[in-house]
């Protein structure tokens, strides 16, 4: 199955599913959150190495990784509808870049969402240790 990919693909593939395998709801947040970020910063290496087949790819694995979010989103929660609104605009303007790359744009994305993730991760933190 990992023979028509790049080694680097290859080993990549293997981690995400064994970190996704082994993690709670909380956790698999991380992940797709680590998998956005990652991707952004993907896409701007290869808007910047002039690749456009891996600025389309990462594009499409952070499109992904939203589509995740929205999915995961608890309806009931108390910041939902905010949540839902904040990744529906990100998925609209990555959809924009798509077309129109905008680095700066991107970067601000990725800022936010690792901003997002670090708070986050620290909230994890935060309740295992109490």
């Known amino acids: 199955m990992y023979a028509l990919r790049s080694p680097h693909e290859a080993y990549r593939r293997v981690e995400f599913d064994a970190r996704v395998e082994g993690a709670n709801p909380r956790q698999l947040v991380l992940v797709c959150y680590d998998q956005l970020t990652t991707a952004l910063g993907r896409a701007l290496h290869g ?53 129109d790359f905008d680095p700066e744009v991107v970067e601000r994305l990725q800022k936010d969402f690792s901003e997002i993730r670090s708070s986050l991760e620290r909230a994890e933190f935060t309740s295992r240790s109490e």
């Open 47 to 99: 808007a910047r190495a002039g690749d456009n087949r891996l600025k389309s790819e990462a594009l499409t694995r952070a499109l992904a990784a939203i589509a995740a979010l929205q999915m995961g989103v608890d309806p009931s929660a108390p910041i939902a509808s905010a949540l839902t609104q904040f990744l529906g605009a990100a998925r609209r303007v990555l959809l924009d870049c798509v077309l």
